[in-house]
């Protein structure tokens, strides 16, 4: 009996070590990839490796930046175009070129959205948009409580028919979101100085496309069973167009849904939640293809399985979610905002959004 026991305790005690060894092992593993994924972030986006790298806010277009503006044959007062992706926690900025065409600029790391994956429905919901939006000069705010910002224009005319509810959601400074995108200081100074050159060079509005992700095949199977699935489908057709024409796709509302590059036979729909009257327009032989391509792909993709994403609240980019782990939020709040505003619940900042345990 007591050989057995003997026996049945050093069992037990192989088996506790063995867990404890593999729960290790996660860890390490759960860590590396955190510590991979902002390298890989560094390296791809040019981003943020220090405190220090963040350099100093301003209202001008740095040197730095013209100079690759011109290297790529654009003007500072060339037209823009901006997308912003939430699961990527990345804003970039398009440019027209000597081709007439948009090329991309420069891709900025967010400091931090709030919410989850999905579009925003009501006010106080921490939401940050999606869809497609268009600023004016009169959307711009140099007075902004955090540093600079401007207003996407939200409810748009698809959202409002819809319901949808909340105000003054806006790509701002600081590194603080409850429904916003937040750039910090320094970079919504580089972005709100080239939009306003371009609206002052002669462009009415931009474009501002919101995404929840880079609107892949594999990121589309991968939330084919989100109930926003539909919706990301429909943003998808105007990101096929300017992915595939290098040029601002147009956007009509009918059907509940947004319309890319439509001739209506009597013109533009006023009702969005109407159905669609008949088009006249012919489908573009290039996006049709991309869009055929990338169906096949996703259906393949679809039978396997993917870890779900669990957002807390929102997201950080990162390079940045580098820099809080290491100064911890009261520090980089002073060098990423000039009043030093406080980062937005920074354990969930923290939190590993690819981490489906969480």
């Avoid at 980089?332 to 980062?343: D, G, H, Q, T």
Wanted: proline share 6%.
């Amino acid at each position: 009996m007591t050989l057995r026991m003997s026996m049945f305790a050093s069992h037990v005690g192989g088996l506790s070590s063995l867990l404890y060894r593999l729960n290790r092992i996660e860890w390490v593993r759960r860590r590396f990839r955190r510590v991979a994924l902002a390298l890989v972030a560094v390296v791809l986006s040019g981003c943020v490796q220090s405190l220090g790298d963040l350099g100093e806010a301003s209202h001008d277009i740095p040197p730095k930046l013209l100079a690759s503006m011109r290297a790529k044959g654009m003007k500072p007062e060339s037209p823009v175009l901006v997308r912003i992706f939430k699961m990527e926690s990345e804003l970039e900025i398009w440019k027209v070129d000597g081709s007439g065409r948009y090329a991309l600029l420069k891709i900025y790391p967010m400091c931090r959205w709030s919410g989850k994956l999905g579009p925003k429905t009501k006010t106080g919901d921490r939401q940050a948009p999606e869809g497609f939006y268009r600023v004016s000069m009169a959307g711009l705010n140099p007075k902004s409580q955090f540093y600079l910002s401007f207003n996407l224009g939200y409810p748009n005319r698809l959202e409002a028919a819809l319901g949808y509810s909340g105000e003054a959601l806006m790509v701002h400074g600081a590194c603080s979101s409850s429904g916003c995108f937040a750039l910090t200081d320094q970079g919504v100074g580089e972005i709100y100085a080239v939009v306003e050159k371009a609206l002052k060079g002669g462009q009415q509005a931009f474009q501002v496309q919101a995404y929840p992700f880079r609107m892949t095949s594999q990121n589309l199977a991968a939330h084919r069973d989100d109930p926003n699935v539909a919706f990301w489908k429909n943003l998808k057709e105007g990101y096929d167009i300017f992915d595939v024409r290098r040029r601002e796709p147009r956007v009509a509302v009918c059907g509940s849904k947004y319309v890319f590059d439509a001739e209506f036979k009597d013109g533009d729909p006023a009702d969005p939640l109407a159905a669609c009257p008949e088009r006249v327009d012919r489908s573009d032989p290039a996006v049709v293809a991309k869009a055929s391509a990338d169906q096949q792909k996703y259906l393949e993709l679809a039978a396997k399985s993917y870890t779900p994403l669990a957002y807390q609240d929102g997201g950080m980019h990162p390079s940045f979610r580098a820099l809080l782990e290491e100064n911890g939020d009261v520090k980089l709040a002073e060098k990423v905002s000039v009043i030093k505003y406080p980062i937005s619940r920074p354990v969930a900042a923290l939190a590993d959004p690819f981490d489906g345990s969480k």
